[in-house]
């Protein structure tokens, strides 16, 4: 398939790019340069100018706290953009593919959540990304929205790379125990929304679906689990610490574990043990050094 991806230098752009050819498909890359998500109607002229079987936005505003300060921008480049480029694949007959976040529910639930749970997004950053998902159900086009989280690799700004970071610089790290989630690698991730354009393609059902790794854990036990595997020797202490002691400018969900269910009964793909993307980012990482 020919596919036209909006994000260029992003975790998932990038590897996307990777893996396409792989699968046998020819992939188009746009980075900021030539189609910035502050301009919805360039995005959307990009989609129609296109020739390409599928389109695919691995775009966002993901800076969580900084949205919090920006919610214009965080609004124009995770709602109207994306908006905008269902539209114009709408109207060209092809499908196009997104992310959004756990960070759409309130973190309230005692299980995992289902795609057809009510959300109660808790920033500026999930709010957005939320009024993305309403503007591409309603452009009415064959779509996939795929809810994932925590994501990582080995490149761009990630938990792991933070936390390798913070692990050669200090002795303890202070880490909140009372969020919980799915880290998930981005290679994973990729992978997914490719054999998600192949399905769609092929006249598979499309929707909404939650994408997220296995086991759950809390950002404090991801920590501990980055720390055994990069400095087996030397390791960092880990201090747990409520979220009440971290405090931050958005507020997070205490539990954002997503339900993966659906996708493996529609499409039959599985959730990825973040533990092997974990020993495969920092495997890459080595040998980068
Ligand atoms: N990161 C995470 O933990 C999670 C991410 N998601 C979702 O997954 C998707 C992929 O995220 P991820 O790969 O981590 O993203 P990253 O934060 O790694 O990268 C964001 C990308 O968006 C680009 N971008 C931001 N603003 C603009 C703009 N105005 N115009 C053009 N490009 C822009 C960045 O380009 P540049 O380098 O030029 O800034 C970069 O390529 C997003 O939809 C995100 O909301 C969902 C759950 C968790
Ligand atoms: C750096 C650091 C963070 N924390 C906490 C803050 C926060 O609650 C949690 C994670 O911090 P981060 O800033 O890495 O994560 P955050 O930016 O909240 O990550 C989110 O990004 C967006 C894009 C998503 O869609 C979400 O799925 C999620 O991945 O860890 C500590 O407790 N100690 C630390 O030293
Ligand atoms: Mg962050």
């Known amino acids: 398939m020919r ?48 020739a390409a079987d599928a389109v695919i936005n691995a775009a966002a505003y993901t800076a969580v706290d900084q949205a919090e300060a920006e ?60 009024a993305g998902e309403h503007q591409i159900a309603a452009a009415d086009g064959r779509h996939v929205i795929l809810r994932t989280s925590w994501v990582f ?23 909140v125990d009372d969020q919980r989630g799915g880290p998930t ?18 006249g598979r059902p499309g929707g909404t679906f939650h994408y997220a790794g296995a086991p759950t854990v809390s950002w404090a036990d991801f920590a501990e689990a980055i720390f055994d595997a990069a400095f087996p020797t030397r390791k960092p202490r880990i201090r747990r610490i409520p ?16 339900d993966c269910t659906r996708i493996r009964e529609t499409h039959g793909i599985g959730q990825p043990d973040w533990r092997a993307g974990l020993a495969r980012v920092l495997k890459e990482l080595e040998s980068a050094q």
């Open 243 to 258: 979220s009440s002691a971290y405090p931050t400018p958005a507020r997070r969900p205490a539990n954002s574990a997503l």
């Open 71 to 130: 919610p214009s921008i965080a609004h124009t480049v995770n709602a109207e953009a994306p908006g905008a480029m269902a539209r114009a694949a709408a109207a060209r007959g092809v499908p196009f593919l997104h992310m959004s976040t756990d960070y759409v529910f309130d973190g309230s639930a005692d299980r995992g959540w289902k795609e057809s749970d009510a959300t109660g997004p808790l920033g500026v950053y999930g709010q957005t990304k939320l």
């Open 153 to 175: 690799s080995a490149h761009g700004r990630n938990f792991v790379k933070t936390m390798l970071r913070l692990g050669l610089e200090r002795e303890e790290i202070s880490v």
């Open 185 to 202: 690698p981005a290679d994973d991730i990729a992978q997914t929304l490719l054999l998600l354009a192949e399905g769609l393609s092929a």
């Open 3 to 50: 596919l036209l991806v909006f994000g260029e230098t992003g975790q998932v752009a990038r590897e996307l790019a990777r893996k396409a050819a792989g699968r046998g498909h020819r992939l188009e890359s746009l980075g900021r340069g030539a189609a910035d998500l502050t301009d919805p109607a360039a995005c959307a002229a990009a989609v129609t100018a296109s």
